[in-house]
Nanobody, 125 residues
């Protein structure tokens, strides 16, 4: 079974930084992608960043140039470096994995992932 466990959330002041980590186990897809999603209270879940098997990255416009997704396949880790955090970034952040190939226009769709972590809270205030 695929298991995704997030860590690194917390509270930070505006313009601060946080790095989220996702420990990945059981994920063996060579054509899928992994990503970070978030959900704020009263809002729908949205895609934040994704990285595919070719290491091509995609970002939501709202986080472009502030967030960076990366992975360490040797350590089975996925990361999200978040800089210049804003109050609007407050949300529960989820690590997610998709086992099938997706066109780039779909990698940030919350309908895409097959597996989800439990989420980690990020509060910017």
């Amino acid at each position: 079974d695929v298991q995704l466990v997030e860590s690194g959330g917390g509270s930070v002041q505006p313009v601060g930084s946080l790095r989220l980590s996702c420990t990945v186990s059981g994920y063996t897809s060579s054509s899928g992608c992994m990503g970070w999603f978030r959900q704020a209270p009263g809002k729908e879940r949205e895609g934040v960043a994704a990285i595919d098997s070719d290491l091509y990255t995609s970002y939501a416009d709202s986080v472009k140039d502030r967030f960076t997704i990366s992975q360490d396949t040797g350590e089975n880790m996925l990361y999200l470096q978040m800089n210049s955090l804003q109050t609007e970034d407050t949300a529960t952040y989820y690590c997610a994995a998709t086992t099938r190939h997706l066109a780039n226009i779909h990698v940030l769709s919350p309908l895409a992932p097959d597996h989800w972590g439990q989420g980690t809270q990020v509060t910017v205030s």
